[in-house]
């Protein structure tokens, strides 16, 4: 295994050299942030961790592409970024949740609380969290995951634009358009609270 | 008043959250919203709604969570081949340097000959003087013979005259005397050269033969008064005695053979 005290840049350098081994480090080092983003705009535990694989792995053959000045973290960070959106892009049912008899994030369905329930009710069972799950699922792919950066992730405008490769303007605009439709969609719920 | 919209709201709402502030703008948004109801009772709303939107925290992962996507992930990944030069480089280069050793070579040719050529000029152009030294040996050497030869021809014919000639008559050993008087002078300068010389291929019978013809030539040209019919024929006795007609015929006859052998005996002539 390549030693962890080694830096980014030298890890690279050693594996454009022949040494395959020291993706290692790369791999161990950014995992865990990698799966974080992934599972954010995927919303999936299993989508998530093919996304961190398919990102290290697409990360690893372009490897030569990336310039050594900028940072591989960063780097690394907007190409799961672009694989979890595809990933999400090209899920069945991303236009909007199925109401049911019971919340199932799997399955994209929601269990939309009766006119006459309290809400002291909705506050308990947690079915908030799945109706603003189910709420973002109905974004588009690009909204939600500009929304999940932006507001999950704390990252800019500019920052967003470069992972989505758009510009930084649509960015803001994408971010803008998740926060009125999740407002909208959640607007029942504000007035019950 | 103009109020916010709501997408100024928006981003207000994130640039105070982000670490670096707000920029001048979200300064301006935020000078709003302190003087105008309306605009932070929306502002409020919003931070109400995406307050309550928390943050997906995703399942936790153990510290061995990167060593594990790692070794699904190895057996994948190709080796990065070292850099190699391409062919095309390589045969670029190689092409090159054959290309610059033949101009080399071609270049080294060219200046050999050059300097060899640039010798023999002057060689050429030394040697001529040697030949000029060496080649007078030859053309005074041959008209040295011619000149030898020419004066034993003569001194023959005078000879066969003065053998054959009638004591008695007056009118033919005059002109005998003549001719022994030119042929003397030449005889002597013969005799002279053939004695400085030291020359091992000269005919060693030259030199005795042409003293004999002197002192005939001596006898018929400075004889004082006319030659008497005594005189005369003494002289055809002595010359018939000394066999000097002889010596001189063989002498002549020997001369085209010693053309290319003999050295000048009479180089002042």
């Known amino acids: ?193 | 008043m103009k109020h916010l919209k709501e997408e100024e709201l928006v981003e207000h709402y994130y640039s105070q959250s982000q670490s670096q502030g707000p920029d001048e703008g979200e300064g301006v948004a935020a000078d709003h919203l302190a003087s105008c109801a309306a605009c932070a009772a929306d502002f409020a709303a919003l931070c109400s709604d995406l307050g309550e939107f928390p943050a997906v925290e995703p399942p936790d992962r153990d510290a061995s969570y990167g060593e594990q996507v790692w070794q699904s992930l190895r057996h994948a990944l190709p080796v990065y081949e070292k850099p190699k030069r391409s062919w095309m480089g390589v045969g670029l280069w190689k092409g090159l340097s054959y290309a610059a050793a033949c101009g080399l070579l071609v270049a080294c040719a060219f200046v050999a000959g050059r300097q060899w050529e640039r010798k023999q000029v002057q060689t050429a152009s030394v040697k001529p003087p040697q030949q000029t030294q060496t080649a007078p040996a030859h053309p005074p050497q041959r008209v040295v013979v011619v000149v030898l030869s020419d004066h034993l021809e003569r001194s023959e014919r005078l000879l066969v005259q003065l053998k054959h000639a009638d004591a008695d008559s007056d009118e033919m050993i005059s002109p005998l005397r003549d001719q022994a008087r030119v042929l003397l002078a030449a005889n002597r300068i013969c005799r002279q050269d053939a004695h400085k010389v030291d020359d091992p291929a000269l005919d060693p019978a030259l030199v005795p033969t042409l003293d004999r013809l002197d002192h005939v030539l001596a006898q018929l040209a400075n004889h004082p008064g006319h030659l008497s019919a005594a005189e005369i024929t003494r002289l055809q006795d002595e010359l018939n005695a000394s066999g000097l007609l002889f010596e001189v015929r063989v002498l002549r006859t020997r001369i085209p053979e010693h053309r290319t052998a003999a050295r000048p005996i009479g180089g002042t002539i």
């Open chain 1, 1 to 193: 295994m390549f030693r962890m005290g080694k830096n980014d840049q030298a890890a690279i350098r050693a594996i454009l050299s022949g040494d395959k081994e020291a993706y290692g480090a790369l791999v161990v080092r950014h995992s865990q942030s990698l799966f974080r983003v992934a599972f954010r705009i995927t919303g999936n535990e299993a989508d998530a961790e093919d996304v961190v694989q398919e990102a290290l792995l697409r990360g690893y053959q372009k490897l030569e592409s990336f310039e050594s000045r900028s940072n591989f973290g960063t780097w690394i960070y907007r190409i799961a970024v672009r694989c979890a959106l595809d990933r999400i892009g090209g899920r069945k049912g991303d236009k909007g949740s199925r109401v049911a008899e019971e919340t199932d994030p799997e399955q994209d369905e929601v269990q939309v609380a009766a006119q006459a329930a309290g809400p002291d009710r909705l506050l308990l069972s947690g079915e908030i969290a799945a109706l603003q799950q189910a709420a973002l699922g109905a974004l588009t792919p690009t909204e939600r995951t500009a929304f999940v950066l932006r507001h999950m992730e704390d990252r800019s405008s500019e920052e967003i634009a470069a992972a989505l490769g758009i510009a930084p303007n649509a960015a803001k605009q994408a971010v803008f358009r998740a926060v009125q439709k999740l407002r909208l969609r959640l607007a029942p719920l504000r007035v019950r609270i």
